[in-house]
């Protein structure tokens, strides 16, 4: 649920960046990229945080059974620690749409899914790991695709290139983005 939250704001982040270059207003493209990668980060902390202290109790009225209460949050609270990889991705992907380049995220999205599978059947079947591992094996595949999309960032055409000492949240960009 979470996650779909963020997705939608992603998606007006998309929409705010798109209409910026379509009126040639490269400062607040500019200003819009780089909030969102910050809201991606920041949502994705404190999400974590907020996760990470009512795993237990969201569980519970969710009524799991007491059999699976452990596996479930061991493998809910290793995806929260993730949430800001995870949030980064799906920001960073619509940062790619909003200026019509879709193979980017795409091939960022297969290589996460094909790592993903792999180190799953690594983790549980050389290290005999369980829900952890596959977890862990879901937060690094993410972690890979967020990385990687972040250096394609880092080097793209000028209106959507991030630059780390720009990296601050524009409150007006911020509003456009999350109405």
């Given at each position: 649920?979470?996650?779909?939250l963020f ?19 490269e400062?607040?493209?500019k200003?819009t990229v780089?909030t ?8 994705g ?14 569980l ?16 809910l ?11 980064l991705?799906?920001?960073?992907a ?17 290589t ?10 690594i983790?549980?079947?050389?290290f ?5 591992g596959?977890a ?6 993410n972690?890979?695709s ?12 000028l ?15 911020f ?5």
């Open positions: 649920m979470v996650v779909i997705v939608g704001i992603s998606l007006g982040a998309n929409v705010a960046i798109a209409q910026a270059l379509g009126k040639k207003d400062e607040a493209c200003k780089h969102a990668i910050l809201t991606a980060l920041w949502g902390i404190i999400t974590a945080i907020i996760g990470e202290l009512s795993a237990s109790w969201l519970t009225i969710l009524n799991v059974p007491s059999d699976v209460f452990p596996y479930a949050i061991l493998y609270r290793i995806y929260f620690l993730g949430l800001p990889v995870i949030l991705y799906n920001f960073e619509a940062i790619f749409r909003s200026i019509g380049e879709t193979k980017v995220p795409f091939i960022a999205f297969a996460s899914g094909i790592l993903n599978v792999i180190l799953n059947l983790f549980v079947i050389v005999h790991m369980t829900v952890n596959v862990i094996a879901t937060v690094i595949a972690a890979v967020s990385i990687l999309l972040f250096i394609k960032l880092l080097k793209s055409p209106s959507i290139r991030v630059e780390v000492r720009r990296l601050s949240i524009d409150k007006e960009s509003k456009k983005s999350s109405l």
